[in-house]
T-cell receptor, first 114, second 111 residues
Framework: DVKVTQSSRYLVKRTGEKVFLECVQD?????MFWYRQDPGLGLRLIYF???????EKGDIPEGYSVSREKKERFSLILESASTNQTSMYLC?????????????FGPGTRLTVL | GQNIDQPTEMTATEGAIVQINCTYQ??????LFWYQQHAGEAPTFLSY????GLEEKGRFSSFLSRSKGYSYLLLKELQMKDSASYLC????????????FGTGTQLKVEL
């Protein structure tokens, strides 16, 4: 059974704190993605990685950074959390090749920044 | 860039058929995906179209017209458990399997 797990379901942090969101997949996928999901805005891509130590900016990378030191793990970092980063964060993974190749999503982390 | 439009909300009756439309404008196209997302849960994959026509999977079917930038998801024999958000996502050419998502259609199935 394919699996993408995220470190926390719910997280509450204070403005200015450094926040780490962890994602682990057990499918040996090359690609990993971080999205945020907000009402009325849908899923928006923050960063993605197609290989270890490789990363590319998505549509809304400002205020975020990522780390991929191992193939199975992709971390999202909020260097200095702000209230406008309160959101649902979803991690996904997929094989690198295109074609009939869907992304598999983790359960999400609901982050509240006070 | 990508622009994807789908209705915000729809309501349908248990046992009926519902069609959820998705239109897109894209600088390059390499596939369209539909996902289902129940409240508080992760999106799960429903269907994939890259060529024109209809793909059928049980009660769910998805249609694509590339020339019109149009897709729909058809749900037959609606059940209460089909109440969820349905997300349309487009994969651009050469995007390395990145997806751009629409804002989703919230479907409510009523008795």
């Amino acid at each position: 059974d394919v699996k993408v797990t995220q470190s926390s379901r719910y997280l509450v942090k204070r403005t200015g704190e450094k926040v780490f969101l962890e994602c682990v997949q057990d499918m040996d996928h090359e690609n990993m993605f971080w999205y945020r999901q907000d009402p009325g805005l849908g899923l928006r891509l923050i960063y993605f990685s197609y290989d270890v130590k490789m990363k590319e900016k998505g549509d809304i990378p400002e205020g975020y950074s990522v780390s991929r030191e191992k193939k199975e793990r992709f971390s999202l970092i909020l260097e200095s959390a702000s209230t406008n980063q309160t959101s649902m964060y979803l991690c996904a993974s997929s094989l690198r090749r295109e074609g009939y190749n869907e992304q598999f999503f983790g359960p999400g982390t609901r982050l509240t920044v006070l | 860039g990508q622009n994807i439009d789908q209705p915000t909300e729809m309501t349908a009756t248990e046992g009926a058929i519902v069609q959820i439309n998705c239109t897109y404008q894209t600088s390059g196209f390499n596939g369209l995906f539909w996902y289902q997302q129940h409240a508080g849960e992760a999106p799960t994959f429903l269907s994939y179209n890259v060529l024109d026509g209809l793909e059928e999977k049980g009660r769910f079917s998805s249609f694509l017209s590339r020339s019109k930038g149009y897709s729909y998801l058809l749900l037959k024999e609606l059940q209460m458990k089909d109440s969820a958000s349905y997300l349309c996502a487009v994969r651009p050419h050469g995007g390395g399997n990145k997806l751009t998502f629409g804002t989703g259609t919230q479907l409510k199935v009523e008795l």
